[in-house]
T-cell receptor
Framework: ETGVTQSPTHLIKTRGQQVTLRCSSQ?????VSWYQQALGQGPQFIFQ???????GRGNFPPRFSGLQFPNYSSELNVNALELDDSALYLC??????????FGPGTRLTVL | AQSVTQLGSHVSVSEGALVLLRCNYS??????LFWYVQYPNQGLQLLLK??????LVKGINGFEAEFKKSETSFHLTKPSAHMSDAAEYFC???????????????FGQGTILTVHP
């Protein structure tokens, strides 16, 4: 059984650009969540997808959007990047009400 | 609404000493509570969780935590620290299974544990 994988591992963008981060869920997992972890902080919930539909959102603006695909892989898109978007972005997946497993994260730096 | 407060951003212990990391939570619904560990440049690994039933929960690597509803606490302990325990630890809360907030974790700020030889 493969774990949760994320790509890329590191990314550097400039302010105003757009970025897409990718997550491949663990096999059989139908729910994926994304979290933002700023340096020195705990992760913050961005949103969750279940069966390709957004199923809950944290306190993040609309320029943070996502997609979940039929194979349960997913994307996090961020438009109009700001300096404060620099963070580690974590993806987590689970099946039903079972434990969720986290990927290693993508480190985004916005200059 | 849910929130988590971890008391102490840094905790330092000697190898072999007791580890105690404090976590208090607030939740408007019966909570599920979690402790995660994060090693440098890695994702989060679940140490243990409380859902229902027994309030003393045992996890991996010798860690355990006790859910105390009256104190709204879920402190993490380990009787004897190892060098390999040095990492950052996060307490988290979510709503219970079947509720709308299930799986949407609210994390504390984290506690960095340092273990001295």
């Amino acid at each position: 059984e493969t774990g949760v994988t994320q790509s890329p591992t590191h990314l550097i963008k400039t302010r105003g650009q757009q970025v897409t981060l990718r997550c491949s869920s663990q096999s059989g997992h139908n729910t994926v969540s994304w979290y933002q972890q700023a340096l020195g902080q705990g992760p913050q919930f961005i949103f969750q997808y279940y069966r390709e539909e957004e199923n809950g959102r944290g306190n993040f603006p609309p320029r943070f959007s996502g997609l979940q695909f039929p194979n349960y892989s997913s994307e996090l898109n961020v438009n109009a990047l700001e300096l404060d978007d620099s963070a580690l972005y974590l993806c987590a997946s689970r099946r039903g009400n079972n434990e969720q497993f986290f990927g290693p994260g993508t480190r985004l730096t916005v200059l | 609404a849910q929130s988590v407060t971890q008391l102490g951003s840094h905790v330092s212990v000697s190898e072999g000493a007791l580890v105690l990391l404090r976590c208090n939570y607030s939740s408007s619904v019966p909570p599920y509570l979690f402790w995660y560990v994060q090693y440098p440049n890695q994702g989060l690994q679940l140490l243990l969780k409380y859902t229902t039933g027994a309030t003393l929960v045992k996890g991996i690597n010798g860690f355990e935590a006790e859910f105390k509803k009256s104190e709204t606490s879920f402190h993490l302990t380990k009787p004897s620290a190892h060098m390999s325990d040095a990492a950052e630890y996060f307490c988290a809360v979510s709503g219970n299974a079947g509720g709308t907030s299930y799986g949407k974790l609210t994390f504390g700020q984290g506690t960095i544990l340092t273990v001295h030889p």
